[in-house]
């Protein structure tokens, strides 16, 4: 019942909280009526303080230890008061304990790409993303700015402000740094020590302090990674000239596979100009100079188009193929559809190559016999 839990209370002279929860970093201790008894144990363990609090003020911080709640251990709430030794009443106070551990493991990234420039690609799109730590330094600041009269404050409630900062001060020394992005990922360290040093006032001010931070990855767009990847590609193929043939030739042999890509004809098609570029990559050539070009260019490669339908998709299709289904009615000129290189799905009417196949209207019928 309240009446007898009210009364337990008044004879509970230990004060002291355990954690097990691994992200409160403020607790407050609950009493009845807020009454702390007048020459009360405080244990306060190693990785706590105690910040307590008399009539809404501040009164004294205790660090690690065993103390005896009594006017000479409390000078400043002793003047606040002007209590003499003689005094044995219960007060009303309030104690907070305070988390001064490491929280490990917190994460921050860009929600927004980084503008920055280049000295090689010149202006590029960056985002970046890892992990930092964080730790009170001043439990009297942190509850006074952050804290206030939370009695259970959590990681959760300061980690989203403080991945504001990280985020603002990394987008800045990203841009500034000068450094080339393909020499980034060996100087993420010198970076994240550059930004935790930078945002140190900032969170200080709050009571906090930033032990570690680390950068885990700064990366490009998908399309200039794929661009980067080709380029790499191309460097160890190393003769531009053979690696081009040897390309053509793939893509060939691939159209001459795939039954949707112009049956026989296609197959043909590919075998012959795959034996005509093997044939020419044969050829010997002067000694670290490309092979003179073919008398006949290659026809250009067809395109071949993929087409999205109740959250799957189909294909790939020849664009014979696909003028029989738009003939059909099963390519519409709403139909989304997609080919290698082009920017995400679109409406076939949107482009140009399949835009055709619904314009191209049938000759006039034979008169009647």
Same mark, same amino acid.
Do not use: C
């Given at each position: 019942m309240p009446i007898f839990d009210f009364l337990r209370g008044q004879f509970i002279d230990v004060i002291h909280w355990t954690d097990d929860t691994r992200d409160t970093m403020v607790w407050r201790f609950e009493r009845e009526g807020?009454?702390?008894?007048?020459?009360?144990? =405080?244990?306060?363990?190693?990785?706590?303080?105690?910040?307590?609090?008399?009539?809404?003020? =501040?009164?004294?911080?205790?660090?690690?230890? =065993?103390?005896?709640?009594?006017?000479?251990?409390?000078?400043?709430?002793?003047?606040?008061?002007?209590?003499?030794?003689?005094?044995? &009443?219960?007060?009303? &106070?309030?104690?907070?304990?305070?988390? !001064?551990?490491?929280?490990?493991?917190?994460?921050?990234? !860009?929600?927004?790409?980084?503008?920055?420039?280049?000295?090689?690609?010149?202006?590029?799109? =960056?985002?970046?993303?890892?992990?930092? &730590?964080?730790?009170? !330094?001043?439990?009297?600041?942190?509850? &006074?700015?952050?804290?206030?009269?939370?009695?259970?404050?959590?990681?959760d409630e300061i980690t989203f402000q403080i991945r504001n900062v990280i985020v603002q001060e990394v987008s800045r020394v990203l841009a500034s740094s000068g450094i080339p992005v393909l020499d980034m990922a060996a100087n993420t360290a010198e970076l994240g020590k550059l930004v935790a040093a930078q945002i140190s006032a900032t969170v200080a001010s709050y009571g906090l302090t930033i032990p570690e931070l680390y950068i885990e990855n700064i990366s490009l767009p998908p399309a200039v990674e794929a661009a980067l990847d080709k380029r790499t590609s191309m460097g160890i193929a190393g003769d531009l000239g053979r690696f081009t043939q040897y390309s053509a030739a793939e893509a060939m042999t691939a159209a001459a596979a795939n039954p949707a890509g112009g049956g026989g004809m296609g197959a043909g098609l590919g075998m012959g100009m795959g034996m005509a570029m093997a044939n020419q990559m044969a050829q010997p050539g002067p000694w670290g100079a490309a092979p003179a070009p073919a008398a006949v260019a290659p026809p250009p490669v067809e395109h071949v188009w993929h087409i999205a339908e109740n959250g799957a998709t189909k294909g790939p299709f020849s664009k014979a193929s696909m003028g029989r289904m738009a003939a059909d009615g099963a390519l519409t000129r709403d139909s989304m559809v997609w080919t290698p290189g082009q920017d995400g799905w679109m409406r076939a009417e949107d482009v140009a190559e399949l835009a055709q196949l619904f314009t191209i209207l049938p000759p006039p019928p034979p008169p009647a016999a």
């Open positions: 807020h009454e702390i008894k007048y020459g009360a144990k =405080l244990t306060v363990r190693e990785g706590q303080a105690a910040v307590f609090i008399h009539e809404g003020q =501040l009164a004294d911080v205790f660090t690690p230890g =065993l103390y005896m709640l009594e006017t000479n251990n409390m000078p400043i709430l002793t003047s606040l008061n002007h209590w003499d030794h003689g005094f044995r &009443s219960p007060f009303k &106070s309030e104690i907070y304990f305070v988390n !001064t551990t490491r929280f490990n493991d917190l994460k921050w990234g !860009t929600k927004n790409p980084i503008i920055a420039r280049d000295p090689e690609f010149g202006p590029v799109r =960056l985002r970046a993303f890892g992990t930092y &730590s964080v730790r009170v !330094t001043d439990p009297a600041r942190f509850m &006074s700015e952050i804290v206030g009269t939370d009695g259970e404050f959590t990681a």
